[in-house]
């Protein structure tokens, strides 16, 4: 039986594809569509807690600083609050201080509040301390030498003998 023209196989060989399949691209990009969305995140995260952790420590460092000034005063602080600005880093920072008594007298517990905001609502640090009533602020200037004894050259203890001649 020969055939007229046509070839005995009605197609020719498949040869092997040398490229991905559609679905197997489509996969592919959405392996690495998740993968890049899980990358950004947690690099959005990262940077997110750098910059508290910045901010953070610049407070922590108003509040020492703002106590620090309060304590070289050298002024017993009246109770109440008291508001202001400090400037640190290129920022101004908002501090509230509260200062209230203790059951000790002589003792003023201290809290400091630092905001990045005047009207924020949260603090970024607060910093509690306590301040001793200050001794003497104004020492004497002049204190008087001892008081000398005159010799009346009888009945006292004998002066050392020199040195050298024992």
């Known amino acids: 039986m020969k055939s ?20 197997e691209v489509l996969v592919a990009l959405a392996v690495v569509a998740i993968a890049l969305t899980a990358i950004l995140g947690s690099s959005g995260t990262t940077v997110s807690s750098i910059s508290h952790l910045r901010d953070s420590t ?3 460092w108003v509040a020492e600083n703002r106590m620090a000034e309060l304590r070289l005063e050298g002024e ?16 101004e920072w908002h501090w509230e201080m509260t200062v209230e008594e203790t059951q000790d007298d002589d ?3 201290i809290e400091i509040a630092i905001r990045t905001h005047r009207d924020a609502e949260r603090s970024v640090h607060t910093l509690v301390g306590f301040m001793g009533r200050p001794m003497m602020t104004n020492p004497p200037a002049f204190v008087p030498p001892p008081e000398e004894i005159p010799d009346d050259g009888g009945g006292g203890v004998p002066p050392p003998p020199p040195p050298g001649s024992l």
């Not at 007229?4 to 040869?15: D, I, K, L, Q, Y």
């Open 107 to 109: 003792l003023r517990r």
């Open 58 to 60: 610049l407070a922590q």
């Open 4 to 23: 007229r023209g046509h070839s005995v196989f009605a197609h020719p060989p498949r040869r092997p594809t040398a490229g991905f399949t559609l679905i």
């Open 76 to 91: 017993w602080p009246s109770t109440g609050r008291n508001r202001g600005e400090s400037e640190m880093a290129g920022r």
